[in-house]
């Protein structure tokens, strides 16, 4: 009977062993408490960067360089075929204001684009007149000029 027990003990013991090691590895894996106070701030950091970015794409906090006001005339697109003016005058929109303001980002705002398509694919307004303002970035978005 006593090598029995011994034989259950020693599996018992054995068993126990291994749980005992799992539980440690467990514990290896999962960050202590000071890392984790550590990784924290960094992950604030990011997060309060990526914050600043969306403000910035949002056009919140633009820092103006350049304003002007345009009136764009869309003459030529009354040339095209009727399924493709607004496009068309969209792209002509594009094109004139890196012509003026002399850069390759072009941002045009809801507005405007509303403005373009409000009558459809086949009637883009003849003329529109618009505000386009260039940030520190080079970038330029268009909006619609507000009668002051």
């Not at 999962?30 to 403000?55: I, L, R």
């Amino acid at each position: 009977m006593t090598e029995e027990k011994e034989e259950v003990a020693s599996e018992v013991l054995g068993e126990g062993e291994v749980a005992e090691g799992v539980e440690e590895e467990e514990a290896e894996e999962e960050p202590s408490a000071e890392e984790a106070a550590e990784e924290k701030p960094e992950e604030k950091e990011a997060e309060e960067a990526a914050e600043e970015e969306e403000a910035e794409e949002e056009g919140e906090e633009i820092e103006v360089v350049e304003e002007r006001i345009y009136t764009i005339p869309f003459r030529r697109v009354w040339a095209t075929p009727r399924g493709k003016r607004t496009p068309r005058a969209s792209r002509m929109l594009r094109d004139f204001v890196k012509r003026h303001m002399k850069t390759e980002k072009v941002e045009i705002s809801n507005e405007v684009n509303q403005e373009l398509w409000a009558r459809g694919i086949s009637k883009p307004p003849r003329q529109i007149k618009v505000r386009l303002v260039k940030d520190k970035e080079g970038r330029v978005i268009v909006y619609p000029a507000t009668a002051a």
